[in-house]
């Protein structure tokens, strides 16, 4: 299935690099969404962006920033990561931002911060 | 409290089996309640939205108690295929905001 993409599935980085990671929805969605999910802990919601705004922000620290550029794209940029960070980094879209909206995801960036 | 609370399990059961899995969840205001599957390793999937009458499909049954917050899977004859990770999500809480549990492990053995 490549109804959503993410690049890179894996990225092991420093605390001191830079990375992004890349979403794309190929299901002609308006919603995007970016999650953590750690070893052993619930899937946490970061961003929600409906058509290109966002819409919501769960508190996330300021090293991980978010762009939308466009409804089928969105990246995640990382900064001074810490080594908790590490986890799995989770893509969805959905056709609209409602509640009744089923969420669609890709295979994930699972990353390590050394 | 948890906004959105399973039982981790492991449920270990063998073929043909049925199992039932629960779902509590805090906010009486949410809206809308689905079952997302996670095989290891894997993203989450769709399995089946709950809906207020309970709803059917194939081995797999969901239902929806608004009054005593909570939600339920039941799996029927119960298939090696059926192992993962069962997904509680809730939405609507205050606004557009999507709420996972940490899920229920199955485990289903020859």
């Known amino acids: 299935e490549t109804g959503v993409t993410q690049t890179p599935r894996h990225l092991v980085m420093g605390m001191t690099n830079k990375k992004s990671l890349k979403c794309e929805q190929h299901?002609?969605?308006?919603?995007m969404y970016w999650y953590k999910q750690s070893a052993k802990k619930p899937l946490e919601l970061m961003f929600v962006?409906?058509?290109?705004?966002?819409?919501e922000n769960n508190s996330v620290p300021s090293r991980f920033s978010p762009e939308c550029p466009n409804s089928s794209h969105l990246f995640l940029h990382l900064h001074t990561l810490q080594p908790e960070d590490s986890a799995l980094y989770l893509c969805?879209?959905?056709?609209?931002?409602?509640?009744?909206?089923?969420?669609?995801f890709g295979p994930g960036t699972r990353l390590l911060v050394l | 409290r948890k906004e959105v609370e399973q039982d981790p399990g492991p449920f270990n059961v063998p073929e043909g089996a049925t199992v039932a899995f629960n779902c509590t969840y805090s906010?009486?205001?949410?809206?809308?309640f689905f079952w997302y599957r996670q095989d290891c390793r894997k993203e989450p999937k769709l399995l089946m939205s709950?809906?207020?009458s309970g709803n059917e499909d194939g081995r797999f049954t969901a239902q929806l108690n608004r009054a005593s917050q909570y939600i339920s899977l039941l799996i029927r004859d119960s298939k090696l295929s059926d192992s993962a990770t069962y997904l509680c999500?809730?939405?609507?809480?205050?606004?557009?905001?999507?709420?996972f549990g940490a899920g229920t492990r199955l485990f289903v053995k020859a």
């Open positions: 969805a879209s959905s056709q609209g931002s409602g509640p009744q909206e089923t969420q669609y």
């Open positions: 999500v809730v939405n609507g809480i205050g606004g557009f905001k999507t709420i």
């Open positions: 709950v809906y207020s």
């Open positions: 299901l002609g969605h308006n919603a």
């Open positions: 962006y409906n058509f290109k705004e966002q819409t």
């Open positions: 906010n009486s205001a949410s809206q809308s």
